[in-house]
């Protein structure tokens, strides 16, 4: 491992044996190539999304990196341990938030999985006792403690799996999904605490999620992986260049008007009524536009829609492959 990377990834490849039934006693084998010769490191305390359409390869990798899968070639490091090696080992130094899989005892309270981890990974009790009182707080969770996480609803259950990944201090974190079924004032919430773990603590944070917000607002790096090879490795802003992708501005104006005249390369690509909807590189600030709009137009509300990753990766695919 180099002196600078705590993830490294060197070539890593993950091959799946597929066998499907093709007529009566036969079956066709296939190999499915899940993740393709991908290398990537990772400095302690950054922060990076990875993301890519469902089936990229992004959840492998994830596997991977915490030894529950074992890579078909390649090297895989994480703090200096080879994850498939030293799987019980790496799991004190990392968390791990898996989307809609939950790491909580389905049937118990919720504090009684917290106490189970308390248990598992040998937190010294007066540790255990200061994290749980800053996540409970900092994650809204102390009328939850006491409810079956059955009974939680999903962004309920999320938060409460981010704190069960966090008791440990973990120094890295895996998050597939971290904001998914959560409100937006809860959204912000779990973005704050998330830049504040990796604040104070110099957490490791590696992101998987299909809201550019999330990655926007925590990431200042990204990696894009489809059909299981890396695509993109760079800020947000080169990624938005890289597939030209735009964001729309919906404006709602107090009466029907003529097409706003927007400044080049902002332009109106639909009116229905007094609402219009402009288009402008997702690369360049909202800022300037909205600031003429509100001047010369009879103004009453607008917001701001991101650009779907998944349509801007197709397009990055698209134009590597007719290259």
């Not at 305390?45 to 899968?69: C, Q």
């Not at 402009?278 to 991101?306: G, K, M, N």
Request: glycine fraction near 6%; include cysteine; aromatic fraction near 6%.
């Amino acid at each position: 491992m180099t002196e600078q990377a705590f993830i490294e990834v060197d070539q890593v490849e993950k091959v799946f044996d597929v066998r499907r039934k093709t007529g009566f006693l036969k079956r066709e084998r296939r190999e499915v190539r899940a993740v393709d010769s991908i290398s990537f490191t990772v400095a302690r305390g950054e922060m990076v999304g990875y993301i890519g359409p469902n089936g990229a390869g992004k959840s492998t990798t994830i596997k991977m990196l915490t030894g529950i899968l074992t890579p078909s070639a390649g090297r895989l490091r994480v703090a200096g341990i080879d994850p498939s090696q030293e799987r019980t080992r790496l799991a004190h130094r990392i968390g791990v938030v898996f989307g809609q899989r939950t790491t909580l005892w389905w049937d118990l309270p919720l504090i009684d999985s917290y106490k189970l981890m308390h248990r598992m990974y040998r937190i010294p009790d007066a540790r255990y006792r200061e994290n749980l009182d800053r996540l409970v707080e900092l994650l809204d969770l102390r009328d939850l403690l006491d409810s079956p996480v059955r009974q939680l609803s999903l962004g309920q259950r999320m938060r409460g799996d981010i704190a069960a990944a966090l008791l440990h201090d973990p120094e890295v974190l895996y998050l597939d999904e971290p904001t998914i079924g959560l409100d937006v004032v809860s959204k912000v919430r779990v973005r704050e605490f998330l830049k504040e773990v990796n604040a104070e603590r110099g957490t490791t944070v590696l992101l998987t999620t299909h809201d550019l917000q999330d990655i926007e607002q925590l990431c200042s790096r990204v990696m894009v992986i489809d059909h299981g090879r890396l695509m993109y490795d760079g800020p947000l802003a080169g990624l938005h260049e890289a597939g030209e992708s735009e964001r729309t501005l919906v404006v709602d104006l107090e009466r029907e008007v003529p097409p706003i005249d927007a400044p080049a390369p902002a332009r109106v690509v639909k009116v229905d009524g007094p609402r219009q909807w402009l288009a402008f590189p997702a690369s360049e600030s909202a800022a300037p536009l909205v600031a003429r709009i509100a001047a010369e137009y009879p103004l009453v509300d607008l917001s701001v829609r991101e650009p779907d990753i998944e349509a801007v990766i197709a397009k990055m695919y698209a134009e590597r492959a007719g290259a």
